[in-house]
């Protein structure tokens, strides 16, 4: 043990700390015990605050996980994400959404028609063109005024006609979309279908099965053209051509919440540069529109409320 | 950023955890004694604090109130284990082939004051490490301990004291191990 007084320890030690009095202070530097002891204590706290060796960095990584993991802040957020995705399946936006995909594809237009001589039976086909140019210079007008497949600006659609929910399906189906490379020649292919003249019959054979048709897959962001009149084109494909099966002419059904979406393009398709559709779990879908590489546009569609909820992507 | 982690941000508590993790560990291995437990009582410090952020209301700097949780997590985590820490070999040592004798004198150094430390019973090494490893002042750890701060100044001295004499006795003969006499 030191031969210093406990007491004279408690000066020294606050003397090296710069917290003793003016007075402490100059009784320790007028005393050559308590300097000596005052060394021994900085010799003490430089081994004490000597650098310690950090464990690597798998243990840093995986301590901090674990803790970031036992955050309640973490679990709120895991648990408010829960949330909004129960919300979202239940607010059934898979049509709308998927319509939206294709009115801003600027062409498609996705039939429902049922075919009688349709050997696959119940599959259930959507393909639509990429034609914007061809289908925007189209002076025929609203297809709700023509009222005819030959209108429309689709290669083929060949669905389930005992589906109900054909345009829900149908759209998701259309989801979207070839790479935007491969736009182009399939604007090729679509311009000479369109270009037969007796559509409404010819039309309605190429919508059965057309296996050989551009198929739409998801994820995958093609380029619109800009369109020239989003209200023809929003309202032409917010519709749905329904073949009796009489054989009588297919009329045009609107589908719910059309006047909203159409609204809601007029203000948006203008700029539109290109639009993929996600699809989230196969009942839900979320579109995003790009006017400028850093200028998105993301918005959910629910159908139960015919309302539009611009959401900020990544928030 | 505390701010930002209280409301949520995940990105914001993580960098506040990447920003505080040497400090908080440095703690951990100085009340620990070796490096596993210092691990184990990092982990449950740096838990403690992603529990206990809300908990922050910013009267205090938010270093205080870091110190705090990891003293005290620290200390729950030794006492759970119901043990003093016991001091270790490190288990990564730097070693520089061609400056062996400098190792092994570090070493035997971080052994000897490892192995003093874990002599002082909490109350004393708390204070000491924050004084002497992180800087704080009398002040400050008063505030991280909760005790008045003419407490701290006399455990640190008393603290200091005795890790004079065990280091002065490992000194003497570095083949020596310090006893293990309570103070």
Known sequence: ?315 | MVEAAQNGDRAALDSLLRRHYDRVYGICRRMAGNDADAADACQEALITLTKRLDKFDGRAAFTTWLYRVTTNACLDELRRRGRRPTPGLPESPEIDIDDTPAFDTAVSERLAIDDALAQLPPEFRAPVILRDQLGLDYAEIAATLEVPPGTVRSRIARGRARLADLMAGNHDDPSRRPSTESP
């Open chain 1, 1 to 315: 043990m030191s031969d210093i007084d406990p007491t004279l320890d408690d000066l020294v030690s606050a003397y090296i700390d710069g917290d003793a009095s003016d007075v402490e202070a100059a009784r320790v530097e007028s005393d050559p015990a308590l300097r000596a002891r005052a060394e021994q204590l900085r010799f003490i706290g430089r081994h004490v605050a000597a650098p310690v060796t950090l464990p690597d960095d798998e243990t840093r990584e995986r301590h901090i996980a674990a803790a970031l993991a036992a955050s309640p802040i973490a679990a709120n957020v895991t648990a408010l994400a829960a949330r909004r995705q129960r919300s979202a399946r239940t607010m059934q936006i898979a049509a709308v959404a998927a319509v939206v995909a294709i009115v801003l594809l600027a062409v498609p237009l996705v039939l429902i028609t049922r075919d009688g001589t349709d050997d696959n039976g119940g599959d259930t086909t959507a393909s639509a063109s990429f034609d914007a140019d061809e289908e925007l210079s189209d002076d025929s007008g609203d297809a709700l005024d023509e009222g005819g497949a030959d209108d429309t600006a689709l290669d083929a659609a060949a669905q389930d006609p005992g589906d109900e929910d054909a345009v829900a399906q149908s759209a998701p189906a259309a989801e979207a979309e070839a790479p935007a490379e491969e736009a182009a020649p399939e604007e090729e292919s679509a311009a000479d279908s369109t270009d037969e003249p007796e559509a409404g019959a010819d039309a309605e054979g190429d919508f059965a099965a057309d296996d050989s048709a551009p198929q739409l897959e998801s994820n995958t962001i093609v380029l619109v053209p800009p369109p020239t009149s989003v209200q023809q084109l929003a309202t032409r494909i917010l519709g749905r051509l329904v073949a009796p099966a009489d054989g009588t002419s297919p009329t045009l059904e609107l589908v719910p919440c059309a006047d909203v979406v159409t609204a809601f393009l007029d203000d948006l398709a203008a700029e539109l540069l290109g639009f993929t559709v996600q699809d989230i779990d196969g009942s839900m879908f979320l579109a995003i529109g790009f006017r400028a590489e850093t200028d998105i546009d993301v918005a959910i569609f629910d159908v139960g409320t015919c309302t539009i909820v611009p959401a900020v992507p990544g928030g």
